[in-house]
């Protein structure tokens, strides 16, 4: 399978929460870009692993975890992070942790600083592989979700689909399709426990394949 990245409109939006659903069900392995401050997305994955993957293998791939591009110890803005930690890091010469079956999640947002020059966004930009967008609900979602999808079509950047996680509000979801009726969008269910983990994850794949955005993967 090729490499994909998760971005978000903001932070906190369910990133990593869909980084654990498409890495379970579809056999992607989990490359954190960034990580600032703990606890750590990839601690989270781990415990993913022991909490639900080993006990549900007929549905869910246990997750290959890779370490992160580079950890920063303050949980705050990668650029800030650097300042405090007086470290001056090109982010752009991270190299993914592999060539192929890999998701990168990013940190935040698209125009969430990479280091002290470059967003993530930039990054993308330069390795080129697909991008799942998830969106969350707040006031003012439609506006970062918009902006997110109009900046990735301005620099060419293929948007495989918007992953709406845990998003209840009807109206907003529905004013999005409206407007931007070329895009594949998705729907993340909330899950706390095995069996609602099991339909989020059914449920998300099913809405994937249907779609086509990844023909590589293996049905």
Known sequence: M????????????????ASAVLCASFG????????????????????????YCA??????????????????????????GMIKENLNINGLN????????LLIELAGGLFTPLDRE????????KYDFGVFLVACEYLGSINHTALSIEVLKARNIKLLGVIFSNCQ????????????????FFELLYFDDEKSLKN????LKEQILISGVLDDLPR
Do not use: R, W
């Open 94 to 101: 991270i190299k993914p942790a592999q060539n192929e079956n």
């Open 118 to 125: 470059h967003f993530m966004i930039d990054y993308v930009e």
């Open 200 to 203: 989020a994850c059914i449920s």
């Open 55 to 80: 006990k549900n293998p007929s549905f869910l791939k246990t997750i290959k975890i890779h370490k992160a591009g580079f950890d920063l110890a303050h949980a705050c803005s990668p650029h800030a």
């Open 2 to 17: 090729k490499n994909i990245f998760l971005a978000s409109i903001h932070t906190n939006a369910g990133k990593t929460h």
């Open 169 to 184: 509000d009807e109206l907003s979801k529905d004013f999005l399709k409206k407007h931007y009726n070329h895009i594949k």
């Open 28 to 51: 992607y392995e989990y490359f954190k870009l960034i990580q600032a401050g703990t606890p750590s997305d990839s601690e989270f994955m781990a415990e993913f692993n022991l909490k």
